[in-house]
Each structure stands twice: as structure tokens, then as C-alpha cells.
């Protein structure tokens, strides 16, 4: 069978198996033994299956398609949740296998959807599985970027490195680098949210939630987690780190002569952030306390989503355009991403300005690189602007026709295309999903999916099965 597809669904299968393990030690050291068998099934799955793909493959050398990794792709995002969703469905709280598998959905596409009412009534490990969930899911994330790095445009290719194309040995050291960054990424969360003094148990989790752009935390409110301003500023920072590349801090570190193609897209990050900062500051901040504004704000735009209880409603919508918007392209965040937006504005205004001024000249180019936009590039933005559209109001569609009113089902469409969790700053903070009828549950399983992969993968996909030539 083809390398990439076994190789790839292996390798996630052992960090599976290792983050069960991981699970095991943890119950044991706490005597936590309400759900260790669970953790116990999953562990042995996880590594049969990591045999299983590792000695079925095949070592071919040649090159994979992209209907191929697409196709993988959308697999690994169907089988691990099945595997994640083994300790929620054999705990003791007597899930559905619907309700359990949606959880791990959820977890997985680090969107925050959760079907549990209460989470301080639920079991620390089961609690600490949640967040794993996230952080292999965000991971798997970044790996697929990687991997399908040829469906986008060259100018993103380019921001991550020199080399035109991607042979497997480039795909493992990218891979390699994302692992060990990522790694050390929520490391240096856990180890800056100790040295503030939130709980340890609480910054491990919130580590795996940060720099997976994921929405579940370990308690049902924020605020009983973070309870002064200098917790709330620093955590608000940290969110950050979902929102710019994950590759940032290593390009400046290690980067030759800092080619400026390595840095583009944060630049423009950079100011897009500070720009909202400041309209925030000055005209926003209506309650006086823009601490919660600020976490607010970072939450939205990295994806996270997650907020404390007392914000102002009347910014819902604003927070929905920031999460719509969403980050830079080579982090964990969703969203259409910022460069994409900007990209298109910028050209469609200059377009319209050569037709109202013919003798002038207008140079589609970003602010900080030399390069002009690519014709084919922008086809590609407009076409994913026209694709979530679609598909926000064929979701809401869906949503209301299941009783869900139309302003919820609206907000709703847009966090689960864009992975984010519900909470106050979206005005549906009280949302229950256990009740949700198990179709409306399954179109929301889809939707998360397809927010993660976009729909574009899905239309290569469909092409190569619709049209063989």
C-alpha cells in the first residue's frame, strides 16, 4: 500500500499510544483508577494499529499524488477520533457512542464543542485526555499543511522554505522541525503559566489547549482559573502563539540573512494586531477593564475562542468577524487567515482603481516582499472565501431546520467552519450540545472536519473520484 498514507496514519497512532501511556502514569501517581482501564483499551489499539500501518507499507519511491495525501488526510481525521474516543465511551459516565465520538471530533479539530454540563464533576484523567486530544489534533494539523503544502499557493511554500517541491526527505525534516517546536512550544507555556501562579495541573492543560488553538479548559469557567489581571494579560499573550507561525521564533533564531519571505506574513500579523489593539483600547472598551477585553481579543483571532463570563454581548459580532478572519497560515488557528483577506482586498481595490484611472499603475504586491500576486494565487483566496460562505449558510440551514434558532445557528455555522469554541464573547456561551439530536450532532462532526481540511481538499478529492481523466 502507498508509504505516505500508512507511514503518516502510523506515526499519529503512536503518539496515540504514548499520550495513553502518558494517561496510565498520570492515573497511577493520583490514584485515579475510575477510568484507567479505559486508557488501558486505547494504549493497546493505539500501538496494534501503529504496528499494523508501520509493517504494511510500502517503501515505493514513487511520488505520491495529492489526491493520494489528500485522501489520507481526511482518513486520519475519521479513524484517530475513533481511537480518542475509546476512553469517553468506556468511562463511567455512561456516554452515547454518538456524544463520545463527537467529544473526541471536537477535541481533535481543536474546535471545543463538549457534551459534558459539568467539568469540575469530571475525572482529572478524563479531563487531561480532553486536552491530549487537542494537541495531537493540532499537530495532525500542522503535519497535513505539510503535506498538502502543493494544493496552496507558492508564495506560502516559500515563507517555509527554498525548495520547489517537497521529496520525502524534506517531509520528514519539516515534520520533524513542526514536532519539535510544537513541543517546545507548550513547554514554555506550561512552565511561563507556573511561574504566574496558575495551578500546575491547570497550566498543563491550558498549555495544550494554547498551542493547539483548541477550546476545551479544565474547569467550567475561565475565571475560576485565572483570578487577577497579571494571570489574565499573560495568558492572553501566550494565545498568541496560535495566532503567528509557528515557525517565527525559530526564522529569527536561525534564519540566514533574514529573507524577508520568512517573515511576510507575521509582519503583516504583526500590524493587523497592533492595529486592533489599539481601535480596542480607544473605542471598544466600553466596561473600562480591558484585561477581559484583551483576553477577548487574543482568543478571537488566534481561534481559541475561549473567554471569561462577564463580557459585553454587544461586541459578539466583532469577535465573529476576528475568529472569520482567523490567523497566519502555518499555525494551528482556522479562519480564511489574515494574508488571504488582505491579498484580495488589495487587489480587488486596485483593480477597480485601473479602471477609474487607466494611466496609472497599480503593483499588486504585499507590503513587505517584492513579489506581486499571482494571478492563479488569488483564484485560490476567492475561492475559499466562496467556499465558506457556502458552506456557513448551508450549515446554518441545517442547524435551524433542526430547532436551533436562526441567530444561534449562525453563530454556531461560523465556529464550527472555523474551529472555534462557543462561549460568552459569542453570545452562545450556554449552548448545550448533549441534547442535540444525533443528525444535527453529525452534521456539526462534518462541519468541524470540513473547517479543518477546507473544502477545497474535499473538491480534489471529489475530482479525481468524479473525473477519472
Known sequence: MNYIKLIYLSVFCGIISILSFFNIVYSYYLNLYLNLNTYLYTFLVSIVLTLIFYISKNNDEKKTTIYVKALTILLGYFLLPLIITIPFYFSIYNLTFINSYFEAISGFTSTGFT???????????????????????????????????????HSFKKSLTNFISFNKAETLKQSLKIFLLYSLITLGIFIILNIF??????????????????GFIPSNNLSNILINDPQIIITSLLMLTSFFSIFLLYNLIFTKNHNMNFFNEDIHLAFYFLTLLFIFFVFLNFDKNFSELFLSLASSISNIGISLDNNSKNLSFVFLILVIIGGSFFSTSSGITFLKIYSLCKYSINEILSYSRPKNIYINKHLFSKESFKLNEIYKYFLAVIIFVISMFFLTFLLTLSGIEFENSFKLSILTLMNTVNSSAYGVGEFNFYDLHYFTKYYLIIFMIIGRIELLTLLIIFKKFFFKN
Do not use: C, K, P
Open 115 to 153: 457534551i459534558f454540563d459539568n467539568i469540575n464533576h469530571i475525572d482529572q484523567s478524563l479531563i487531561l485526555w480532553r486536552s491530549s486530544s487537542q494537541w495531537v489534533g493540532g499537530l495532525y494539523f500542522l503535519f497535513s499543511i505539510i503535506v498538502l503544502i502543493d494544493i496552496f499557493d
Open 197 to 214: 501562579e496558575i495551578r500546575m495541573f491547570n497550566s498543563l492543560n491550558l498549555a495544550m489547549t494554547f498551542v493547539s488553538s483548541g
